[in-house]
T-cell receptor, first 113, second 116 residues
């Protein structure tokens, strides 16, 4: 069974540019999460989806970050415009339902110069 | 507020020695606690979880953790370290956010180095 797939794995952009990350969860998983992991820190939840509905986006900086999960499967996280402080690893995870075990993807390492 | 604190950002042990990674939690209700492992350039993988059943929890790769309410601790141990155990380990607690949503809150992580 394929795990959570994320692309790209690495991204380098200049500040003020837009960037997008893509996540394909494990087949059949209804819940999808986006986490931010700063260097030397644990992951922090940005947004959680139940199917196509964002049920917890309280930690998503909505002035520059946006996310969507069309048809309740794949998801895209976007930053526009990117700032230097956005340099981090962006992790996607999925689970069968919201209280089930979360399976993490390998992450996208973003560097903003 | 509910949170976890990992004591020691870096731990080094010799191959074959005991591994002990410390985690203390703060929770006003019985917590659900987790340990995750992260290998370089990979996502997190669940090692084990405590969900109010047995206080001694066995996980994958020979790891186990004991929930001690009196000490508010959930330390991770392995009797004999292997070179392949070198990784970053995260303790996490499931808590209720201000908006009534459940979410995992992670500690800052402990990097485990195995000395040959």
């Amino acid at each position: 069974e394929a795990g959570v797939v994320q692309s790209p794995r690495y991204k380098i952009i200049e500040k003020k540019q837009p960037v997008a990350f893509w996540c394909n969860p494990i087949s059949g998983h209804n819940t999808l999460y986006w986490y931010l992991q700063n260097l030397g820190q644990g992951p922090e939840l940005l947004i959680r989806y139940e199917n196509e509905e964002a049920v917890d986006d309280s930690q998503l900086p909505k002035d520059r970050f946006s996310a969507e999960r069309l048809k309740g499967v794949d998801s895209t996280l976007k930053i526009q415009p990117a700032e230097l402080g956005d340099s981090a690893v962006y992790l996607c995870a999925s689970s069968l339902y919201s209280q089930a075990e979360q399976y993490f993807g390998p992450g996208t390492r973003l560097t903003v110069t | 507020a509910q949170s976890v604190t990992q004591l020691g950002s870096h731990v080094s042990v010799s191959e074959g020695a005991l591994v002990l990674l410390r985690c203390n939690y703060s929770s006003s209700v019985p917590p659900y606690l987790f340990w995750y492992v992260q290998y370089p350039n990979q996502g997190l993988q669940l090692l084990l979880k405590y969900t109010s059943a047995a206080t001694l929890v066995k996980g994958i790769n020979g790891f186990e953790a004991e929930f001690k309410k009196s000490e508010t601790s959930f330390h991770l141990t392995k009797p004999s370290a292997h070179m392949s155990d070198a990784a970053e380990y995260f303790c996490a607690v499931r808590l209720i956010s201000n908006f009534g949503n459940e979410k995992l809150t992670f500690g800052t992580g402990t990097r485990l180095t195995i000395i040959p």
